[in-house]
């Protein structure tokens, strides 16, 4: 895809497939923790679990996402959409991107300082690596999981608002302003 193409109007395929493979993961994710919080003990670790395998895909598939943008930009805006607008969907863009590898890289981090039974098996299949600068005694300190596990919960609180401006500005193109800008992520090819 040439760089700066005026004609190029759409996400390419394959971001068009990571945005909504990874919008989906992080929703069903943030579903899982607060199912597995309102379970008895035993049915909520194992919807942890699931959680913290789910979590490190998140960041996989982001990272590849981030590399994938590097090489492929994204089309430019349609001419005559308000610089506040651009300035506002960049923003919460950039935001999602600190969400996509911030809530991993924060939960990984607090499972490497857990003690040495808590470890991530993702999916079943293997045990995943702790951090090596993380000490597993870190995990008996209080200091240790408010920290952490505080910054955790914080990037969750803006999840939540991102997420709701994102849908609002997503609605707000496609039933007020009526422009294409919903089309330039819709996986129906449009081309
Ligand atoms: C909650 C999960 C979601 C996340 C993390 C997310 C993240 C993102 C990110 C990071 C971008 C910018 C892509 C880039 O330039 O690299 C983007 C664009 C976009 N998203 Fe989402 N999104 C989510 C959900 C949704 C939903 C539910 C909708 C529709 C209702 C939506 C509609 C769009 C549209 C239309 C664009 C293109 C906007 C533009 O061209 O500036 N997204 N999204
Ligand atoms: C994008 C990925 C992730 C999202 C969206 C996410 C989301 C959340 C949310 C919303 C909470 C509840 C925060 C609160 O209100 O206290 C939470 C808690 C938690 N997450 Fe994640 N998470 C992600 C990745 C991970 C990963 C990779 C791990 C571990 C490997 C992890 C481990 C935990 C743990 C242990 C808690 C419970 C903390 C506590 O009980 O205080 N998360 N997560």
């Known amino acids: 895809m040439p760089m700066h193409d005026q004609s190029v109007t759409r996400y390419s395929t394959v971001a068009i497939v990571l945005h909504w493979a990874i919008a989906l993961l992080l929703i069903l994710n943030i579903a899982l923790y607060w199912i597995s919080d309102s379970l008895p003990e035993e049915q909520g670790r194992a919807l942890m679990d699931w959680h913290k395998s789910t979590g ?69 299949l293997f045990e995943w690596p702790r951090l090596p600068f993380v000490d597993g005694a870190q995990g008996a300190a209080a200091d240790f999981w408010e920290a952490v596990g505080g910054s955790h919960e914080l990037l ?11 849908v609002a500005g997503a609605l707000y193109h496609q039933y007020i302003a009526r422009d294409a800008i919903m089309a330039r992520m819709s996986p129906r090819s449009g081309k």
Do not use: C, D, E, N
């Open 56 to 124: 490190m895909l998140i960041l996989i598939l982001s990272l590849f996402r981030l590399g994938w943008r590097w090489l492929h930009p994204v089309p430019p805006y349609p001419a005559g959409l308000p610089q506040l607008q651009k300035l506002v969907a960049k923003a919460v863009h950039v935001g999602f991107y600190v969400i996509m590898i911030g809530m991993p890289l924060t939960g990984w981090v607090m499972m490497s300082g857990a003690p040495p039974y808590a470890q991530i098996i993702f999916y079943g």
């Open 156 to 166: 969750a609180w803006l999840a939540y608002g991102l997420i709701a401006l994102h």
